[in-house]
């Protein structure tokens, strides 16, 4: 949890993006108020605008706007459906156990099936939480409608963060086909994980027995491995445990009063979307705050409530658990090469991207390399968090994980200061660059591709400690990489259980 105090934040884009979400959600829900919608109604057309803000991840801003636009059409079928079979326990359950596997499968078109999976899903889940019925279906039409069109407001007219810093390209989905592609796995994992939990819930409670499949659900969100969804699980456990014991202390005092459970939630808003980049425990602890102040204002919450929350918790995370180590496992180790390398080579790319930027080229622009490196580091952390997790018995991949993510993470800081100085028009072209750069992208080469002997260790950069630094920023960014990607050999490739193990 430190990590998210130190994280750095380039250009306060975190911070700038919790502002805007606050703002947005805000705004969308001032609206349904405005216009005489219900509590009901205002609550979910809130979460809407959440989910609006917080899913779309396109790459360009025109894809984020279609995206965006979309949404209704994954939104609104499942809404009727949802609140049409309410009171028709067996057909929802079976209903929703459907939304759920289309949405996991969805992934496989990228940000923008990944975006509207989730909002179909959640569509289901809000009827759930606030127990909607038929008859409210016109004005839960309306209140998406409003947040939808608040949240566009917001995030491309009144503060459109991404116009003047072009968003990276999420990382795509690792490839593969049929039962070999990750997507399908994860569809099949999460449906069957999701009918346990659904199962269990219900005899926990049978009002709130959503919350374990909710719980299922997020978990696999932005997971590939069995490795990743276990960590994944205790921290959502962990993040919950504490969020409890925040709700005791806080929601459960005000008993619903407006203002200040409406300011409240705008904070909550602002931790997870501050925090959910870098801590998926803080974000838990948020979510779970803001659920115990909406069902404040709902006027259902008590201490009982919260420890069922967590109750279904423990259930949605053992469920996801048993699935993914039973049912089609997709093994850690294979996730971790496949992202590792994917950092690498991005690394190459936003090196040769500035290499031309610095020979004149005009069109070469290293800033979205340097920004989808970021974006790649995240899912390499993702990835290797169940090797670094105090709780991995483990040790020596656990000192070469820890290793690995802090030499990438110097990789990335040469690669911002890189191409800050390709940005710069006065920036000059050293001589010396070019054939730095080529050595490079021959370190890269050589990191990713299989061995062809043991003379393949030996082909370390031969001047890499020579090239000079002072007053000529570009080489020394590239001379410094050169370094890093040499010590980044021996933690790679030791075996036993080294991190990249090629044929």
């Known amino acids: ?48 605008a959440l989910l609006a803000l917080f899913t779309v991840m396109d790459s360009t801003v025109r894809e984020q706007a279609v995206t965006t636009l979309l949404l209704p059409a994954a939104g609104f079928p499942v809404l009727a459906l949802a609140t049409a079979l309410h009171d028709l326990t067996p057909l929802r359950d079976l209903a929703f156990l459907a939304v759920v596997f289309c949405g996991v499968y969805a992934r496989r078109w ?18 759930q939480f606030l127990h909607a019925v038929p008859g409210q279906l016109p004005e839960l039409y309306a209140a998406v409608g409003i947040a939808l069109a608040a949240a566009g407001a917001v995030r491309f007219v009144l ?15 690792l490839p593969g086909t049929g039962l070999a592609r990750v997507t399908t796995r994860q569809a099949i994992q999460a449906a069957a994980a999701c009918a346990v939990a659904l199962a269990i819930g219900q005899v926990l409670s049978e009002d709130r027995w959503y919350w ?16 990743e969804t276990l ?3 205790f921290r959502r456990v962990l993040g919950t445990v504490i969020g409890i014991a925040v709700g005791m202390v806080v929601a459960i005092p005000l008993d619903g009063a407006v203002l200040p459970t409406a300011a409240l939630v705008a904070l909550c808003v602002f931790g997870i979307f501050y925090t959910a980049p870098v801590s998926y425990s803080w974000m838990m602890l948020a979510v779970t705050v803001m659920a115990g102040l909406l069902y404040g204002l709902l006027g259902v919450l008590d201490p009982a409530l919260l420890v069922l929350r967590l109750e279904e918790t423990a259930v949605g995370a053992v469920s996801a658990a048993l699935a993914v180590l039973l049912i089609l496992p997709v093994t850690t180790h294979a996730i971790n090469d496949a992202w590792i390398q994917r950092a690498l080579q991005g690394v190459r790319s936003a090196t040769s991207a500035s290499l031309r930027r610095l020979s004149g080229d005009a069109d ?5 390399h340097a920004a989808e490196l970021e974006l790649l580091l995240g899912r390499v952390r993702l990835s290797l968090a169940p090797l670094v997790h105090p709780l991995s018995p483990f040790r020596g991949r656990k000192a070469r994980a820890r290793r690995v993510l802090a030499l990438l993470d110097e990789c990335a800081e040469e690669v911002r200061g890189l191409a800050a100085v390709a940005a710069d028009p006065a920036a000059s072209h050293d001589a010396r660059l ?16 299989p061995r062809s002997g043991s003379g393949a260790t030996e082909r370390h950069p031969a001047d890499a400690g020579t090239a000079p630094v002072s007053g000529q920023a570009a080489l020394g960014h590239v001379s410094g990489l050169e370094k890093l990607l040499a010590a980044l050999d021996e933690p790679l490739r030791t075996p036993p259980g080294s991190l990249l193990v090629r044929s």
């Open 434 to 449: 070019a054939a730095a750069c080529w050595r490079v992208e021959a370190a890269v080469e050589r990191l990713t591709s």
């Open 212 to 227: 374990a499949v909710g719980t299922t659900w997020w978990i696999f969100v932005n997971t590939v491995s069995r490795g």
């Open 231 to 233: 960590v994944r699980g």
């Open 364 to 368: 070469a622009d290293p800033t979205p």
């Open 1 to 48: 949890m430190k990590r998210m105090f130190v994280a750095p934040d380039p250009g306060h884009v975190r911070l700038k993006n919790s502002l805007r979400a606050v703002l947005g959600i805000a705004l969308a829900v001032a609206l349904a108020e405005l216009a005489g919608l219900s509590l009901t109604a205002s609550i979910t057309g809130g979460l809407a």
């Open 159 to 173: 503060w459109p963060l991404e116009r003047r810093t072009p968003p990276p390209a999420a990382p795509a989905p």
């Open 110 to 127: 990228g940000p923008r099936g990944h975006a509207l999976g989730i909002f179909a899903f959640m569509n289901f889940f809000t009827t």
